[in-house]
C-alpha cells in the first residue's frame, strides 16, 4: 500500500522525459521552505494499492509513450516497501524510476530496506531542500531545488548531465472541469498562482 497525495500520468516538469510522477502523501522532515506543505501530514491523502498504482503507471506508459517513474513527496523513504515494490514494478515495465528523497545518501543507506529499492531506481536524487541554496534560474539544474541536493545515477539511463541542463519549466494543466494544476519548478508556481487565483476556479502546487 502507498499512501498518496497527488498523480500524474504525463509529465515533462518532473524528470528527464515523458513521466508518470507520484506524490506521496507525509513528510516528517519539514524542510523550511518547502514547496508542498500540504504533503506534511502523515495521515492524508488516499491510501492504494500498489497493484492498482502498477496498473495505471503500465496504461498511461501505453497511452503516452511514456520514459518513466519519478517518485516525490512528501518522502519516499518513509513508505519504502509500498515505494520499492512500485519502482520495481516500472522497472518490470522497462520504465526508467527516479525517487526524490530529502533524505542524505548517507541517512538513506542506514534505512532497512533501502539497498533494495535503489537496486529498482536508475537516479535518487538526494538531500533536504534549502531556500538559501536555490538552483539558480540560469546555469543551474532543471527538475533539482537546490544546489546541495545530490543525483546518484544507479544506471546510465539518466546519467547525461545535459538531460538536468537547462531553465526552470512550469506545467500548466486545465482539466474538463476547470481544474488547474501546476506542476514543475516551485518558484514559477508561486508566481505564477496568484495570477491564477485571481482567474480560475483553483489551482495547486
Ligand atoms: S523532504 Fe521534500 S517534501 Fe519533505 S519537507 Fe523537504 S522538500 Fe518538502
Request: charged letters at 25%; a neutral charge.
Amino acid at each position: 500500500m502507498l499512501r498518496v497525495a497527488h498523480r500524474l500520468p504525463l509529465t515533462e516538469a518532473e524528470g528527464p522525459g515523458r513521466r508518470f510522477a507520484l506524490w506521496v502523501q507525509g513528510c516528517a522532515l519539514r524542510c523550511p521552505g518547502c514547496c508542498n506543505p500540504e504533503l506534511f501530514e502523515g495521515a492524508g491523502g488516499e491510501i492504494l494499492t500498489v497493484a492498482r498504482l502498477a496498473d495505471e503507471l503500465r496504461a498511461a506508459a501505453r497511452a503516452h509513450d511514456l520514459d518513466g517513474l519519478t517518485i516525490v513527496g512528501g518522502e519516499p523513504l518513509e513508505q519504502l516497501p509500498g515505494v520499492t515494490a512500485l519502482a520495481e514494478a516500472a522497472r518490470a515495465a522497462a520504465l526508467g524510476v527516479i525517487v526524490f528523497t530529502g533524505y542524505t545518501w548517507g541517512e538513506a543507506a542506514t534505512l532497512p530496506g533501502f539497498e533494495r529499492l535503489y537496486a529498482a531506481l536508475d537516479t535518487l536524487v538526494s538531500g533536504r531542500f534549502d531556500a538559501r541554496r536555490r538552483e539558480p534560474d540560469v546555469g543551474g539544474r532543471r527538475f533539482i531545488g537546490s544546489t546541495n541536493q545530490r543525483l546518484h545515477h544507479r544506471s546510465a539511463r539518466y546519467a547525461d548531465p545535459d538531460l538536468w541542463a537547462g531553465p526552470a519549466a512550469l506545467e500548466l494543466r486545465i482539466a474538463a472541469d476547470g481544474t488547474i494544476a501546476l506542476s514543475g519548478d516551485p518558484a514559477l508556481s508561486r508566481r505564477v498562482l496568484p495570477v491564477l487565483r485571481g482567474r480560475g476556479p483553483r489551482g495547486r502546487e
